[in-house]
């Protein structure tokens, strides 16, 4: 994509003496669509009549989707965009972006992020007593509850990643990242958008608890049996069947999903695939 | 959260004599903060000035993040929340939401929904064959790839539905969900964003293959062996994780997740928690 949106020449083919007419700087994309990236100020009158011209451009030129990029400094834009018939995608604190659909009707452009995505982390000992802590805000506040830490993971972070940094922050406990025990999908967790939470097992490295100061009320290593019979650990469903779980992990007849890294030819990142190796590995493939 | 926005008094304590100013009607929420919904087009420049009124008497309060929330239809109102030193948190297609932090410096807000996630669906029939597919968008287009199918999950659709529903989408073959076999987190997929594929096992329920019209070129039950020699499956890292992973699930010797209905005392909804359900059902616990 450009970094940068300049005022462009386009021949426009719907008269019979070709004209020169200036259009905003926009990136042709795989799907048929196209994508202006505005990062300079521009007069809110000239934005709008150079968006017509080249939404008049891109009609005949066969184009459907179009992406302005508007950052936050360029919010006095955003109503002319709107005013022309564009509508919001997504938006980040430092921009937002509007599409428009050309042929009309419904669109078949990708949808937004959906998922928020966090992680509980099964962190236990040689003596049978699991990580907890108490926190001070939110819905558990003040209601003594002893919990497993969680967090929520940042954008570009692993879930394997974001496991061990929440236990290290909460606790200041190091600890490796054993495998995925289970995953929970809940919708409408935060306004419209949905959640998927990963419940992960750790290995502790490290003992000495040092609680985090502002988020943790108490932390401490805790037997299983006295976590586990607390009354909201009995009663909320996915910790039921997390007890089961650990239970079953404990005594080794339970494999979750263990990352792997791999690579695609589509990136140069390397991307973790979680799968169930113990199985993978017993098999006669 | 309030389903509407008017006009309230508060009693803003900064004079000897009391004085009632009209403030934004805003909801306070377990967090600190304050969420203000707006419904009704307002003058801006009354807009501006209530704004600044309700940021002081939430100051006053001790509240900390204040959210609102413009419908498209109040999109000449983002300007002047900007200018108040709003700034962008998340928008959809029908609204902005927009954020300020009453206390400066970093705030503990939670992020925007940061993940996209999609399936790829593994369906075999009895004589070895799976379901496949060419795509006539997008990266895939005129490759003469055969592909599982593919999709994105709705917000606010489980991914065992949404496994289901492409399959017949794309194919007209009705299946039914087996488990998650695997799973893929990738980052910078989209945008920003970060994007999770779960690939998932399904039964098929019906055989005759109807392809969709718009977006697959072509549909087939094609043997295992065939799908698997291609130069693309062999080289694609996800790919040549699943072929192993398919090949032990045949065999009988690969537990994926599956998922299983639960409750929360946290909210009305059944939410689907995926698990190792056939080594949970073989432990002893």
């Known amino acids: 994509m450009a970094a940068s949106v300049s005022l462009s020449s386009g021949k426009v083919p719907n008269s019979e003496v070709q004209q020169e007419v200036k259009l905003l700087n926009g990136v042709y994309d795989n799907y048929g669509g196209v994508v202006v990236q505005m990062t300079e100020p521009m007069d809110s009158k000239l934005f709008a009549s150079l968006l017509q011209s080249s939404l008049s451009h891109w009609k005949q030129e066969g184009k459907k989707g179009v992406w302005i990029k508007l950052p936050i400094g360029l919010v006095d834009l955003v109503e002319v965009a709107v005013k022309e018939g564009f509508w919001y995608h997504h938006a980040e604190p430092t921009y937002l972006m509007l599409i428009y659909w050309i042929p009309g009707g419904a669109h078949t452009l990708p949808a937004n992020a959906s998922h928020r995505v966090g992680i509980g982390a099964f962190v236990m000992n040689q003596k049978r007593e699991v990580l907890v802590v108490q926190e001070n805000s939110g819905r558990f506040r003040g209601k003594g509850i002893w919990k497993f830490p969680t967090g929520v993971v940042d954008q570009g972070e692993d879930i394997c990643e974001a496991a061990v940094r929440e236990v290290k922050e909460e606790t200041s406990i190091d600890a490796e990242f054993v495998e995925v025990l289970a995953f929970r999908q809940s919708h409408q967790s935060f306004f419209e958008k949905s959640d998927l939470f990963f419940v992960c097992m750790l ?37 039921k069947y997390m007890i089961d779980i650990c239970l079953a992990k404990i005594e080794g007849s339970y494999s979750g999903f263990s990352p792997v890294p791999t690579t695609s030819i589509f990136s140069d990142q390397k991307h973790y695939l979680y799968l169930n190796a113990a199985d993978l590995k017993h098999s006669n493939i």
Request: hydrophobic share 40%; aromatic share 10%.
């Open 203 to 239: 290995r502790p490295l490290s003992f000495n608890i040092q609680k985090q100061e502002n988020e943790i009320e108490a932390a401490q290593w805790m037997p299983l049996e006295e976590y586990m019979v607390q009354p909201f650990v009995q009663k909320e469903g996915l910790l």
